[in-house]
């Protein structure tokens, strides 16, 4: 099937809830392109960002002549650079992400993730900002490189139709892997469910940053998998090695998973934010359009 | 261990439902290809095995729910205790005491009737099916009902019927009794329930090691019955009573006096200073006296009568005093009033000289107000004839005939003596100068299957008054004719010098040698020596034989060998003697309640039926049965004391009186500590009323029976298996 039109992904509705919206970086990020974002160059620009007394080697040109027939005195003029965002969206296809419980209306993590991104990647375009792609399970499946050209979202949704979800995960080698293709300070957006060793997914989340990335990790659950609603004897079949099976009676350990679980959030929540990384957790019964509003919303603020 | 509901034990299996349940679900579990496998592997990895053995535990309690349920609908009962639930029926005797002290009214109403009442609650509380036997304990044990019947509507009317004012209770014998019954009965469960008011008199008679061999026998018994006691006695402190009558003479006749002592007892602390004894006759008042009764102490009061008719009266002495047992403030007593005693005296030495015939001493003895002229008359009626006019005319209407020195008799004579004796007379037989030793032997003695009690062998003494001759031992006489001489103011035997007499001994030996059989005297008894010379040969034997008796003298009864005749005492000794022969073989009317009355009809021998009316008043028709020359009537339950009359077709009443010993009249009861060490002794329980009792009963029931424990049990496991439930989806990580 073929899913290359943006509607296929986000309904007029969604795309209403975030016409005003801009992703907006909160730190200065290099970019090529002169746009919303505020870049670290001062240079030519058309907003002013404040005068300074001219040394030698200044360049005569950015001389502000006006101030010097009224002072007589030599100030430089200096613009505030606009540049664009230029960001990358690693979307998890591992096994993992098939699941699909019954309070999800048929939407498994997977297509939500897709969804996401294809949301995201409309936006960021919209904005003249740079996103790239890269589908991964235990290892990198696709890389698209960031571009800013609005054709380049066709590319990125044909991408998007042809991930299915499939093997194992293996977060840590591939953002390792990843953290050293990715040589631009950018915006990477990870789109997983995150499951695997706390410790090792925190230490490649960290060599991101340590690259100077600004990060945001959309984790996606299910619903079930945050409450595990089952009753009856249940046999799970792990959907990454379809061999690990086990048969329990999941009442009997339903508290000690939503305690493993909660364990597991704590962790990953506190590594994200000793490493400064935005960590939002999204379920796939929550529209992800409003989630992602809400997610804008409060970048904003923190601008 | 016994099911009531044995059917409902199946239910048992039950415990498979959990299973199966575990087990189906195992079998359709769903399929769930599941993402967060790592969250959930680390969960199994660590709880394996806790849930495995969580879910082991847990289904074994949930098996056990319906397990226990169904054992508990089931209702198990600990046969091991030998004890069988509520409406299992019963083997249960009661019994119920009806002596005299449960007349003693508490707030205006009998113990008796309180304990019929609660007997009766008992026995309606019994379930269906239940054996039932009440044995009233007064006097004797006797039962209500011939055996144990199931009907408790009957039993309950019964039970209604018992009357009281019967004697003294025998504790140890009537527990044995209804030991007795109870081990003739078929129920399983069995339960000995005794309604007395625990009287200190009853209890300290029966000895310890009685009650220990009582609780043997409880323990020994196959099924062992519960015992209770049901203590409806408070102790009473006042309380009057007459203890008894004596009577001045044995037998009397028409216008003797007749002096009666009756003995009054007060058992409280309270004196009367001025208590009232009333005397009556035929239930008339005759007299009144008062007396005084110190606390604790009794005293006598002296009533004197006379009789105009002859027969059968009933005197009776009554303390006037307000107490709270009214039952044995009477005491009566029946008096036969004889008309004359007739004395067919034998005169084997008559003698035209005064008192130089061998009778005439006694004769004289016999009748004193007649040698006397006076305007007494005399009991007795002598008529002195010689031996060959002993025939039947002369034997008719002699209560007593006397052979006095009789020197043999015809073979006919001795005949009509032998039938004589054995229809119900008394023969009294004087030695003398002129027996035929060899015949009397022979034909009275005849080997100890004639009329003598013993032989006659030589004579000793020389009739002489020197150092030969001999006189009576004074000992306590044991026999009622002697008995007055007990009392040295009546008299001394041993004043009599006895200078002649012959040795009486028993020949049994001879009859061994020869071979031959005793002929039969029919209920003959051993000869019994009533007095006996310092030399140490008998004086004074009697013998019963058949229904009469025989009373052998080893001297004479004129002056020749003695001068018994001359002494004080001849008179008495003889008076007694004859009377006492002419009552003794008359059963006594005055007797101990349960012993049986026998009544010896007057006149010739009748068979027409004659009633007899009972303390309670029913009247029964009894039949005179012939015993030789006399017809008797014989009537054994008179375990009811009180007066018993008896009215043949001339419609002149003869008295009876059963009567009771007065030990029951010290109304204190054992105290509660004594009554539990007794009640521990024989393993009983002690409880204050019938619905205590029913209480008891119940919580030994049902302390037994364990459906509540199990109905608990399931509640207590329903409970853990909400808990483990709980606590085994805790976190373990």
């Known amino acids: 099937m073929a899913i290359s039109q943006v509607s296929d992904y986000l309904t007029p509705h969604d795309l209403g809830k975030l016409a005003n919206l801009q992703v907006l970086a909160r730190k200065v990020v290099e970019g090529f392109c002169s746009g919303l974002h505020r870049s670290p160059h001062k240079g030519f620009s058309v907003e002013f960002k404040e005068h300074r007394p001219y040394v030698r080697g200044d360049e005569v040109r950015s001389i502000d002549w006006k101030v010097f027939g009224k002072t007589d005195r030599l100030y430089i003029r200096e613009h505030e650079q606009e540049t664009n965002l230029r960001s990358t969206i690693l979307l998890d296809t591992s096994g993992s992400m098939a699941y699909c419980g019954p309070r999800a209306k048929e939407v498994s993590k997977h297509d939500y993730a897709v969804r996401l991104t294809a949301c995201l990647a409309y936006l960021m375009l919209g904005q003249q900002d740079s996103v790239g792609l890269v589908t991964f399970d235990r290892e990198v499946r696709r890389y698209i490189p960031p571009r800013g050209r609005a054709s380049h979202l066709r590319a990125m949704l044909d991408e998007l139709a042809k991930s299915r979800p499939q093997f194992e995960t293996e977060l840590s080698e591939v953002f390792h892997e990843l953290a050293a293709k990715i040589h631009r300070r950018s915006l990477v957006i990870i789109i997983s469910d995150c499951f695997g060793e706390v410790d090792s997914l925190l230490k490649a989340l960290a060599r991101f940053r340590h690259a100077r990335h600004d990060m945001i990790v959309f984790q996606i659950w299910d619903p079930d998998e945050l409450d595990f609603p089952f009753r009856q004897w249940t046999q799970f079949q792990s959907l990454e090695t379809p061999a690990n099976r086990r048969l329990v009676d999941p009442a009997h350990l339903r508290h000690a998973y939503l305690e493993n679980l909660k364990r597991f959030r704590e962790q990953l929540t506190a590594g994200c934010r000793r490493h400064r990384i935005d960590l939002v957790p999204m379920t796939t019964d929550q529209p992800y359009a409003e989630a992602l509003a809400s997610y804008l919303a409060i970048r904003r603020r923190l601008k | 261990m016994t099911l009531l509901n044995g059917i409902l034990a199946f239910g048992a299996a039950a415990f498979a439902i959990p299973l199966l349940i575990h087990l189906l679900n195992r079998s359709r579990f769903r399929t769930v290809e599941w993402g967060a496998m790592h969250l959930l592997e680390s969960v199994l990895r660590v709880n394996q095995r806790r849930v495995r053995l969580e879910q082991i535990i847990l289904l074994l309690v949930r098996c056990a729910i319906p397990a226990v349920l169904a054992f508990c609908l089931a209702r198990p009962v600990l046969t091991g205790w030998q004890t069988l639930p509520g409406d299992a029926p019963a083997s249960t005797v009661i019994l119920l005491d009806n002596s005299y002290s449960m007349d003693v009214a508490d707030n205006g109403r009998k113990r008796l009737a309180e304990a019929i009442d609660q007997a009766g609650q008992v026995v309606a509380a019994l379930a269906r099916g239940s054996e039932i036997a009440v044995v009233q304990t007064g006097g004797k044990p006797q039962p209500v009902l011939d055996r144990p019947i199931f009907d408790v509507k009957t039993m309950i009317q019964q039970l209604r019927l018992v009357r009281g004012g019967y004697g003294a209770a025998d504790p140890a014998e009537s527990l044995e009794a209804g030991l007795g019954i109870l081990s003739g009965m078929a129920n399983a469960r069995r339960d000995l329930v005794y309604f007395s008011d625990f009287q200190h008199s009853d209890w300290d008679a029966t000895p310890r090691d009685r009650l220990q061999r009582i609780r043997r026998r409880i323990e020994e018994m196959p099924i062992r019955p519960t015992v209770t006691f049901v203590d409806l006695g408070r102790s009473v402190e006042e309380n009057v009573s007459v203890d008894s009558l004596e009577f001045s003479t044995r037998a009397l006749g028409v216008d003797e006096d007749l002096q009666i002592r009756a003995t009054l007892r007060n058992h409280g602390p309270r004196a009367h200073d001025a208590a009232r004894a009333r005397f009556r006759i035929d239930g008339l008042e005759q007299s009144a006296s008062q007396i005084a009764l110190p606390a604790k102490a009794a005293a006598q009061v002296l009533f004197t009568c006379r009789f105009k008719t002859p027969g059968s009266h009933l005197v009776e002495v009554e303390a006037a005093v307000d107490d709270r047992l009214p039952t044995d403030n009477r005491y009566a007593a029946a008096v036969p009033v004889l008309e004359r005693i007739g004395v067919l005296l034998v005169d084997g030495a008559p003698s035209d000289q005064p008192l130089e015939g061998e009778t005439d001493f006694l004769s004289v003895a016999l009748t004193p107000y007649t040698f006397g002229r006076a305007k007494l008359s005399d009991l007795i009626e002598t008529k002195t004839v010689p031996p060959g006019e002993l025939n039947e005319k002369a034997v008719a209407g002699a209560r007593v005939v006397v052979l006095a020195n009789v020197p043999k008799l015809s073979d006919d004579q001795v005949g009509l003596l032998g039938r004589y004796v054995h229809g119900g007379g008394s023969l009294l037989v004087f030695s003398g100068n002129k027996i035929d030793i060899a015949w009397y032997n022979k034909a009275l003695y005849s080997d100890g299957s004639g009329l003598l009690p013993m032989t006659v062998d030589a004579a000793a003494g020389s009739g002489q008054a020197d150092a030969k001759s001999s006189r009576i031992v004074a000992q306590h006489f044991e026999h009622p004719a ?60 009697q013998r019963r034989i058949g229904e009469g008796l025989v009373v052998q003298v080893a001297t004479a009864c004129d002056a020749e060998w003695s001068n018994l005749p001359m002494r004080p005492i001849y008179l008495p000794l003889m008076q007694h003697l004859i009377t006492t022969m002419a009552s003794q073989v008359v059963p006594p009317c005055n007797f101990e309640a349960g012993r049986p009355l026998v009544a010896v009809l007057p006149g010739e021998s009748q068979a027409e039926p004659l009633a007899l009316t009972s303390p309670d008043g029913t009247r029964r028709t009894v039949r005179p049965v012939a015993r030789g020359t006399q017809s008797m009537v014989e009537y054994a339950r008179t375990l009811e004391p009180g007066v018993y009359t008896l009215v043949g077709s001339d419609a002149r009443p003869l008295h009876f009186v059963a009567r009771t010993p007065r030990a029951e009249s010290d109304l204190r009861m054992l105290d509660e500590k004594r009554l539990a060490s007794l009640a521990a002794d024989l393993g009983a329980d002690v409880v204050r009323s019938g619905r205590e009792y029913l209480e008891l009963d119940r919580s030994r029931r049902h302390g037994r029976e364990i459906w509540k424990y199990l109905l608990a049990g399931v509640l207590g496991l329903m409970f853990l298996e909400l808990v483990l439930q709980q606590r085994f989806a805790r976190v373990r990580t």
């Open chain 2, 482 to 541: 002697l008995e007055i001489f007990n009392d040295r103011e009546n008299g001394n035997l041993a004043d009599a010098e006895i200078r002649k007499w012959y040795r009486l001994s028993r020949v049994r030996q001879s009859v061994a040698e020869a071979g031959v059989t005793p002929v039969s005297t029919g209920a003959s008894s051993e000869p019994f020596v009533l007095a006996r010379l310092e030399t140490g040969d008998p004086l004074i034997v």
